[in-house]
């Protein structure tokens, strides 16, 4: 069964700290791994995206890793900001499938205070 | 430019009752996704529409229809609305269909509380 869980299922830190999220997925064939930040209320907004090749991309204070091997990622966030305070969604393509059927993870909601 | 909108914004309805949910892509942008989220949980995919065809469906019931009209723009309608049918429904615009690694731009979403 394709799948993706993420961890942990909320975090709470202080401004200024990091921190690192994960995601663990079964989805087979893999094409490519996303990470998406949405804010409460709103829509998700991309973060990074991760293809079978790739082990590292960073997007500013975001660095997301993927391990193809141990079906693994993270989502390292340095020097957090109150801003940084969302969901952070883990999404996994499956190779030869049509693009909006993605398998998502239910989230970490991370919490940042001042 | 602007993103991918949604109208309206919130929505209440009654159990029994139909609802249509509106989205407009980015301009440029030939294919529309629709999502369901609930609570909690990541969005669940509804529909993928491009050049005015479904070119793909999640596992929802028939309730759940949708059409995308010449100008790219989408409807996504729900019939005998259920108490589980309450959820923020996200819509995502892409360039294209079936790119895996075309970056899909989601809307603000529209909650639905159905009472």
């Known amino acids: 069964k394709n799948q993706v869980e993420q961890s942990p299922q909320s975090l709470i830190i202080l401004e200024g700290k990091n921190c690192t999220l994960q995601?663990?997925?079964?989805?087979?064939?893999?094409?490519?791994l996303r990470w998406y930040k949405q804010d409460t209320g709103r829509g998700p907004v991309s973060l990074t995206i991760?293809?079978?090749?790739?082990n590292t991309k960073s997007n500013g204070r975001y660095t997301a890793t993927l391990d193809a091997d141990t079906k693994q990622s993270s989502l390292h966030i340095t020097a957090s900001q109150l801003s940084d305070s969302a969901s952070y969604i883990c999404?996994?393509?499956?190779?030869?499938?049509?693009?909006?059927?993605?398998?998502f993870g239910r989230g970490t909601q991370l919490t940042v205070w001042p | 430019d602007a993103g991918v909108t949604q109208s309206p914004t919130h929505l209440i309805k009654t159990r029994g009752q139909q609802v249509t949910l509106r989205c407009s892509p980015i301009?440029?942008?030939?294919?529309v996704s629709w999502y369901q989220q609930v609570l909690g949980q990541g969005p669940q995919f509804i529909f993928q529409?491009?050049?005015?065809?479904?070119?793909g469906r999640g596992n929802f019931p028939d309730r759940f229809s949708a059409r995308q009209f010449p100008n790219y723009s989408s409807e996504l309608n729900v019939n005998a609305l259920l108490l589980g049918d309450s959820a923020l429904y996200l819509c995502?615009?892409?360039?294209?269909?079936?790119?895996?690694?075309?970056?899909?731009?989601f809307g603000p979403g529209t909650r639905l509380l159905v009472l």
């Open positions: 995502a615009s892409s360039r294209s269909y079936g790119r895996a690694n075309e970056t899909q731009y």
């Open positions: 995601c663990n997925y079964t989805v087979s064939p893999f094409s490519n």
């Open positions: 991760m293809t079978f090749s790739e």
């Open positions: 999404v996994v393509s499956q190779k030869g499938s049509t693009l909006g059927r993605l398998y």
């Open positions: 301009s440029g942008h030939k294919s």
């Open positions: 529409y491009y050049e005015k065809e479904e070119r």
